[in-house]
């Protein structure tokens, strides 16, 4: 992974996950990704929540647009206005399209994306949340997400890992989220490190449902690790693999505690 640029990174988990295609001098964005949001957002929601200024829904509407169809430096900048001025808290329709953005091929937007959602589920400088319009919106895509969304996501700690709080949160409101990431740790196709990232995860949030999961590969590799000890003549045969088990002990410690 060090050896990528850190501007594309393209998912490649399994081959029932498609990669994504690399990224040109021009990015259409693809908002309609089957088996998820089947409903219409709102542009803008208003009431007693987050302050907000309808004389700046001309400006989010370019902003939105640019960041849907452009170059990868006017999508980066829309996106910075984008969060200057807070569309995504009050306008479900920003909400969705920037949640569409969780497997965006540019990993700097992908970063900013997780960052920017993190956001709306908190309160802002005034102790206020967001609309109940938005905050619905959010949490119905993050409720939708699967193995690729979650796959994308634990990308962005590794050269992130500042925003594991971040991703903490978003996972939170995925009621599969602790499945796809024990689906991550335990396959050997995924790289050594995201398979890492998704353990530490799993301990973080506290997915008490990933423990079988963990506990089996923990058996597996341990088994591994003795019979090398056993027969240090033999050939090492994905020994890689046993440099997860202090994670994993971590992790099943942390989930055992009441």
């Known amino acids: 992974m060090a050896s990528k640029s850190l501007d ?6 399994t081959s029932k996950y498609k990669s994504l295609p690399p990224a040109k001098n021009i990015n259409i964005v693809n908002i309609d990704q089957s088996g998820s949001h089947h409903y219409q957002p709102l ?4 009431g007693d929540t987050s302050k ?11 902003d939105l647009e640019r960041f849907v169809i452009g170059e ?3 999508r980066t900048e829309a996106l910075d206005k984008l969060a200057e001025t807070k569309a995504a808290r009050f306008s479900p329709l ?10 965006d091929t540019s990993l700097a937007i992908r970063s900013r994306v997780v ?6 589920l908190s309160p802002d400088e005034d102790g206020k949340t967001a609309p109940v319009e938005v905050l619905d919106c959010l949490k119905r895509c993050l409720s939708q997400m699967r193995t690729r969304q979650v796959y994308a996501i634990l990308e962005v700690l590794l050269t992130r890992p500042n925003l594991l709080p971040e991703a903490s949160r978003l996972m939170n409101y995925c009621p599969y989220a602790g499945s796809h990431l024990a689906d991550v740790a335990c396959s050997r196709q995924a790289p050594i490190e995201i398979r890492r990232q998704a353990i530490l995860l799993i301990g973080k949030v506290g997915y008490l449902d990933a423990v079988p999961s963990l506990e089996r590969l923990l058996v ?12 240090p003549f033999a050939p090492p045969v994905g020994m890689e693999d046993t440099s997860l088990i202090p994670e994993i002990i971590q992790t099943l410690r942390i989930l055992s505690v009441p």
């Open 8 to 13: 594309t990174i393209h998912l490649r988990y």
């Open 94 to 103: 920003v909400t969705f399209v920037l949640a569409t953005q969780l497997t």
């Open 115 to 120: 960052d920017e959602l993190s956001r709306i």
């Open 52 to 62: 907000g200024a309808l004389e700046f829904y001309p400006l989010v509407w370019g």
């Open 72 to 74: 990868d430096n006017k």
């Open 43 to 46: 542009l803008f929601a208003v």
């Open 220 to 231: 597996r590799l341990e088994s591994r690790l003795n019979g090398q000890h056993a027969m």
